[in-house]
């Protein structure tokens, strides 16, 4: 149907279609002029014939006429007593016998209105001449022919009455006909002057049409091929059509939109060259070529590293759309910020990088950090923009653009150190911390095997009994040279260098000895780094391990923080899944201080809920620490999940979190976490 459809609506179907309507009228046309000139034909042939007829009518009455002068003239002697030869009687009835054999007229040569009145004539001549030759039969006997003479007579005006209607009947058929031919010739002389008025109609109307349909279209396409060859757009008249004109058009119009789309693309490559597509600032190309500029040309600059302050969790848990908006509001605010020779730019994610000239009389960027955080603290949409600041000086702090950037991203990184939302100017002291943090990464690689990682464990118990129900898992390092280094920052380092992996599954091995001795009812609890959730293989490998020890999995708890269903939510989900259908219990532990605690519950059924030691310890003097535990505890009861309550160090925050209905605690009030060395069995 559709090829049907696309064939009707072509110029080669619409064309033959108008050339056989044409043709199919001439047909017509020549059709009715046939047949009328056949009409006028038959008409013309029947007037003939009744000319013939009338011509015959006129001879036979003649012929009738002298055999009545005969036939009185030879009774009228006989009469008058004269003789008449025999033989002039006997021809005479020779002729009415050859008359009365002859007389039969044909019904083809007589038009059918005539015919009862030529029988009726027929039928009176015969009558006559039966009368004739009865008179001549009786011309011997003069009184019998006297009697029979009368009868003739009558008959003979019978017969000539017949035949003047017989007569009369033709002279106005062939005057009726002599009327129908003229009237035929006269519409056949109209038809003759319509049929060509509508041939010129017809022929002006096909002529009109090629002109509309087919040249006028054409020539606009041939000013639009030359206008797009001159450059310009001249969009053809014909592109809604569906015939080859139409398909011709849009073809053209197609490769002047493909040209215009290449000419358009070339230019966004030009642009993207040169900008960030989300923000518009500079990209990093023309930052390192403006950066490279400014220090060849000797001139003194700052060069400012920035970087957003929890962006991620803002983008992981509002949406893309929303970190998108957020970024491009910081763009807008930190262009707001500079001055008109200052270059912006976005250096990938959320990091940006300001280029700016230092005036004569100023030392520093101190202005321009001041002017920034105070349009930043202006901006009043949500969420609000916070961002760190890192600062390099050149020529002071370098000479070379790695150099420099370098001492800025180190400036930043203290800035984020100490507390984030604050600027830093660099110093050679930044510079001893990053060579520090780089060499407590070398020696975190080999503190596994010098058994300088060790478990320590603490103890939870039931809050209503204080009976101990389990232990959890704590990672301590003992450095030989600088002692006990903080957990958090050796798992930092661990995370950051791609450590925490196999620190963790060795961890997890000698958890699993040790717990392999306690009572069957304890459990065992492990931290899981949200980093580790990113391997596909994690549960996998940490099943295996478990079953490999002979230890039930359902004496496992994996205590992870809500940033694990955040950042490549996905895999991390999958790999909890899998550990709790295999019987792990799942335990949100710091529950509260991230983004979206709420949020997680939702994503993910928890099988425990920690809350942060920060509010259990609060309990005693701030009021909002005691609600959020009394809440907190409220939301475990009604998703029908266990509280565990961290940070427990006195018998009135115990008491209180019994009276509010608690389930499990864990703190120094129950037992602090014991260091044990574990061997391989």
């Not at 054409?218 to 091929?225: D, E, P």
């Not at 911390?433 to 990682?453: F, I, P, S």
């Not at 091995?509 to 001795?517: D, T």
């Not at 065992?524 to 391990?545: E, K």
Request: glycine share 8%; hydrophobic share 45%; proline share 3%.
């Amino acid at each position: 149907m559709t090829w049907l459809h696309r064939r009707i609506q072509s110029l080669e179907f619409r064309f033959a279609a108008m050339l056989t309507i044409v043709l199919g009228i001439f047909m017509l046309l020549g059709g009715c002029g046939l047949l009328l000139n056949n009409q006028l034909l038959t008409m013309v042939q029947s007037t003939r014939r009744i000319a013939t007829l009338l011509d015959q009518h006129d001879k036979k009455d003649a012929q009738l006429r002298d055999f009545r002068i005969r036939v009185g003239a030879l009774t009228r002697r006989v009469e008058q007593g004269g003789s008449v030869p025999a033989q002039r009687w006997h021809m005479l009835d020779a002729s009415a016998r050859a008359w009365l054999a002859a007389s039969r007229v044909e019904d083809g040569g007589v038009p059918p209105d005539l015919v009862t009145a030529y029988d009726e004539e027929l039928a009176a001549e015969r009558q006559l001449l039966r009368t004739a030759r009865d008179v001549i039969r009786r011309v011997s006997d003069r009184d019998s022919m006297k009697r029979t003479m009368p009868v003739f007579i009558a008959e003979l005006h019978v017969l000539e009455g017949r035949r003047d209607a017989v007569h009369e009947r033709l002279i106005r058929r062939l005057g009726w006909q002599t009327r129908e031919v003229e009237a035929l010739a006269r519409r056949a002389l109209v038809q003759m002057v319509l049929a060509g008025l509508l041939v010129v109609i017809l022929v002006s109307g096909l002529i009109l049409w090629l002109r509309n349909r087919i040249m006028r279209p054409l020539m606009n396409i041939v000013a639009a091929m030359r206008a797009m060859s001159a450059g310009l757009t001249l969009e053809p008249l014909c592109l809604g059509r569906r015939d080859e004109l139409g398909e011709l058009a849009r073809g053209m119009d197609a490769l002047a939109r493909a040209a215009e789309e290449r000419e358009r693309i070339q230019r966004q490559v030009e642009y993207l060259a040169h900008h960030d597509p989300l923000t518009g600032l500079a990209n990093r190309v023309v930052f390192e070529r403006r950066l490279n500029a400014a220090l060849q040309a000797g001139r003194r600059i700052a060069l400012l590293a920035i970087d957003l302050d929890g962006f991620k969790g803002v983008n992981d848990t509002l949406g893309h759309a929303t970190g998108d908006t957020m970024l491009r509001r910081a763009s807008d605010l930190l262009a707001a910020a500079v001055g008109s020779g200052d270059t912006v730019a976005r250096i990938g994610g959320d990091e940006f990088a300001i280029i700016h000239h230092l005036a004569p009389d100023e030392q520093d960027a101190e202005a321009l950090v001041r002017r920034i955080y105070a349009i930043v603290a202006n901006d009043p949409a949500s969420p609000a923009v916070r961002m760190s600041i890192g600062v390099a000086l050149s020529p002071r702090h370098g000479r070379e653009a790695d150099e420099l950037q370098a001492c800025a991203d180190i400036a930043l990184y203290r800035a984020k150190a100490d507390g984030r939302h604050r600027a830093r100017h660099y110093d050679a002291a930044m510079d001893e911390e990053r060579r520090q943090r780089r060499w407590l990464a070398h020696e975190l690689r080999d503190a596994g095997v010098r058994g300088e990682l060790q478990l320590a464990f603490q103890p939870i118990a039931d809050c209503r009994t204080r009976r101990i129900i389990g232990q959890e898992a704590l990672a301590r390092w003992t450095h030989p040279v600088l002692g006990p280094v903080s957990p958090d920052v050796f798992i930092a380092i661990a995370e950051e260098d791609g450590m925490i992996g196999e620190i963790g599954h060795r961890l997890l091995i000698e958890a699993l000895i040790v717990a392999r001795a306690w009572p069957r009812e304890w459990m065992l609890a492990i931290n899981l780094s949200p980093v580790q959730l990113r391997d596909p293989m994690l549960a996998m490998q940490m099943l295996a391990t478990i079953l490999d020890h002979g230890f039930d999995p359902r004496r496992v708890e994996v205590e992870v923080t809500e940033g694990v269903l955040i950042e490549q939510r996905e895999t991390a989900t999958a790999n909890l899944c899998a550990l709790r259908q295999a019987g792990v219990r799942i335990v949100m532990d710091d529950f509260g201080t991230g983004y979206s605690s709420l949020s997680s519950l939702q994503q993910f059924r928890f099988d425990k809920i920690k809350i942060d030691r920060s509010f259990t310890s609060g309990m005693d003097s701030h009021g909002p620490a005691l609600s959020i535990v009394r809440a907190s505890i409220g939301l475990g009861r009604s998703l029908n999940i266990p509280i565990v309550a961290e940070g427990v160090e006195t018998e009135a925050q115990l008491a209180t979190l019994r009276e509010l209905g608690c389930d499990q605690i864990q703190g120094y009030l129950i037992g602090r976490p014991g260091v044990v060395q574990a061997r391989a069995a």
